[in-house]
């Protein structure tokens, strides 16, 4: 089946760091793909949609320049949490569409990264 | 705006018992509903969906969910719930007419199923 990469897994810190995380498909092209963030014991929110070749689609109230994404290729996009402070901490979580299908076809998700800035 | 909410935060059953997991979402037109399972320390899977047809749809792992139009609903159901059913549970909703496939996901419930 469709598999979704995501690295690191765990990322450890000092306040002010720029962090990237990486989102792949493996074995699919994705021309879109998703970032989530999680909250303890608090449901996915969407924080983005990466569109590969273009700008990505923030959410309301997810500030741009904070988090950068850029999808410059159908496998990778990128998640930089720049200049992190200590409530940046949480779970981040990316997910891929196959284009092959239609718009109904379910995300496939990465394993997530947690993030912790002290 | 969509939104979805999963009524039941945390569930413990012992094993064996029957389980239903409420999920009730918000949105005035046509919509896809999936309900996603994220096992420990694993990533999101996608247990069944619903996009159209029989309202009762049956996933994997023998869980089932059935479309109530006039409910706004789509509860997850399992006659028989195991120990490896331990897991957090999602139930998330697309508009039908979106073409980004934008996924929203109520806030999740925790089964612990008890041996």
């Known amino acids: 089946g469709a598999v979704v990469s995501q690295h690191p897994s765990r990322v450890i810190c000092k306040s002010g760091t720029s962090v990237k995380i990486e989102c792949r498909s493996l074995?699919?092209?994705?021309?879109?793909m998703f970032w989530y963030r999680q909250f303890p014991k608090q449901s996915l929110m969407l924080m983005a949609t990466s569109n590969e070749g273009s700008k990505a689609t923030y959410e309301q109230g997810v500030e741009k320049d904070k988090f950068l994404i850029n999808h410059a290729s159908l496998t990778l996009s990128t998640l930089t949490v720049t200049s992190a402070h200590p409530e940046d901490s949480s779970f981040y979580i990316c997910?891929?569409?196959?284009?092959?299908?239609?718009?109904?076809?379910?995300?496939?998700f990465g394993d997530g990264t947690r993030l912790s800035i002290l | 705006a969509q939104s979805v909410s999963q009524h039941n935060h945390h569930v413990i059953l012992s094993e064996a018992a029957s389980l239903e997991l409420g999920c009730n979402y918000s949105y005035g037109g046509t919509v896809n509903l999936f309900w996603y399972v994220q096992y420990p320390g694993q990533h999101l899977q996608l247990l069944l969906k619903y996009f159209s047809g029989d309202p009762l749809v049956k996933g994997i792992k023998g869980f089932e969910a059935e479309f109530i139009k006039s409910k706004f609903s789509f509860n997850l159901r399992k006659p028989s719930v195991q120990w490896s059913d331990t897991a957090e549970y999602f139930c998330a909703v697309k508009g039908g007419s979106s073409n980004t496939g934008k996924l929203i996901f109520g806030q999740g419930t925790t089964l612990q199923v008890k041996p």
């Open positions: 074995d699919f092209q994705a021309t879109t």
């Open positions: 997910s891929a569409r196959d284009p092959l299908g239609n718009s109904n076809q379910p995300q496939h």
